[in-house]
């Protein structure tokens, strides 16, 4: 990993000093939420004797990576931070919880831009572009900095896209915004991401799919791409999944055999890792399980793509699937008892062996969920007054004595 002035502030493994001191956690609804069993999430929670905290030390060191070469790029250290953008892309290097660190260098040095466009502030955000075009023209041979352009172009063309409305002004903005695409995919067809050996490369082409007319047909093979330059890189799954899932005239079947066939293109490297990557997409995106889910092995792919980086980040991010999914199949009745018990198993599998400390940002109902979860796994041991502890490589209840 690129070691940067602010990354030495930052300790990351579990027990050791961290950047944000462990808080307890806040219940969103009712601060006296009744679990099934009488007891309170507020008492049920008291009884939690781990770290919480709102943000992770992983996601605490991925903003440290951004934030440091965002100074960079502010400070017009070009060449510095474009060969720290090429070094971490053609070394895969990582970061901790799994992320790549050339996607948070490329964050952290577009951050001004990515700002204006959340704030919908297109006028300022083309007056930015004009930054990543004249560090482009002094660095026309360099694959960082067409990444760069290209990247930049493609958010402000799809931004325009989005807000185009009828009429002859609405006509020139989709008109500007074809421009920037078009641009962008010239761009990159300046540079063979195979032959850089770049998956920076690969993912900003992929950016490309939503804008053309013939993505649907070009996916597959761009996201291969992507996948043989880097198949351990989870934004490759994520990304095509997505794709996938907005796509005109989709379907659940098609979505779970692309799916599978990630899973076996990348089994030798990530076992069943990138079935558990689509499905979290699809959760994340629409809010319950696709309806031929295969439970066991997204169980088991879940369990390898948290043992690849063995971190706590990914261990809140499978306990709060399982938590979320297991709320579902209880609400579809008895049709789904089969997937509750599974998924049951699951849940209570990353609790005792690989949880140790909970990261909120983690948890899409944040304590409320995270209360209901601990009562789904300790229920029992919580009813004669056990408080939760660490215990070998997860969780444990404790029982006191009298």
Not at 93 to 109: K, N, Q, Y
Not at 146 to 159: K, M, R, S, T
Not at 171 to 194: P, T
Request: charged content about 25%; glycine content about 8%.
């Amino acid at each position: 990993m690129l070691i940067t002035p602010a990354l030495l502030q930052v300790k990351t493994h579990v027990g050791r000093g961290r950047q944000e001191l462990a808080t307890r956690p806040v219940l969103r609804g009712t601060s006296e939420l009744s679990l099934p069993d009488g007891i309170s999430a507020r008492e049920l929670l008291s009884r939690l004797d781990v770290p919480v905290v709102q943000c992770g030390p992983e996601a605490t060191e991925w903003d440290c990576i951004r934030r440091d070469h965002c100074a960079m790029a502010d400070a017009g250290e070009w060449d510095d931070v474009l060969e720290a953008l090429r070094f971490a892309d053609q070394e895969r290097t990582m970061a901790s919880g799994g992320r790549r660190v050339s996607h948070l260098i490329s964050e952290g040095i577009r951050a001004r831009f990515l700002a204006l466009l959340s704030k919908a502030d297109l006028a300022e955000a083309r007056v930015e572009l004009r930054r990543f075009e004249a560090v482009h023209a002094l660095h026309v041979q360099d694959y960082a900095a067409a990444h760069l352009l290209a990247e930049v172009q493609i958010d402000l063309g799809l931004a325009l896209m989005s807000q185009a409305v009828e009429g002859d002004e609405g006509a020139a903005v989709v008109g500007e915004a074809a421009s920037l695409i078009e641009a962008a995919d010239g761009l990159l067809e300046d540079f063979d991401a195979i032959e850089e050996m770049s998956p920076l490369l690969a993912a900003s082409r992929y950016r490309l799919l939503p804008a053309l007319a013939d993505g649907a047909s070009l996916c597959r093979d761009w996201y291969e791409d992507w996948c043989d330059l880097d198949p351990e890189d989870v934004l490759a799954h994520g990304a095509h999944a997505d794709f996938l899932l907005e796509l005109a005239g989709g379907t659940a079947a098609a979505f779970e055999k692309a799916a599978r066939r990630a899973s076996v293109m990348t089994a030798e490297i990530t076992g069943k890792a990138a079935y558990a990557v689509f499905h979290l997409t699809a959760q994340g995106r629409l809010g319950a399980a696709l309806p031929n889910l295969d439970m066991e092995m997204l169980a088991q792919g879940l369990m390898d793509f948290q043992a690849a980086t063995g971190c706590q980040h990914r261990a809140n991010v499978v306990a709060n699937l399982l938590a979320e999914l297991l709320r579902g199949f209880r609400e579809a009745g008895p049709q789904a008892v089969s997937l509750v018990t599974k998924t049951r198993e699951a849940l209570s599998d990353v609790f005792l062996n690989r949880l140790q400390e909970v990261h909120l940002e983690s948890w899409t109902r944040g304590a409320d969920g995270l209360a209901l979860t601990l009562r789904e796994v300790f229920g029992p041991a919580l009813q004669r007054g056990a408080r939760i502890q660490r215990a070998g490589g997860g969780l444990g209840a404790r029982i006191p004595r009298g």
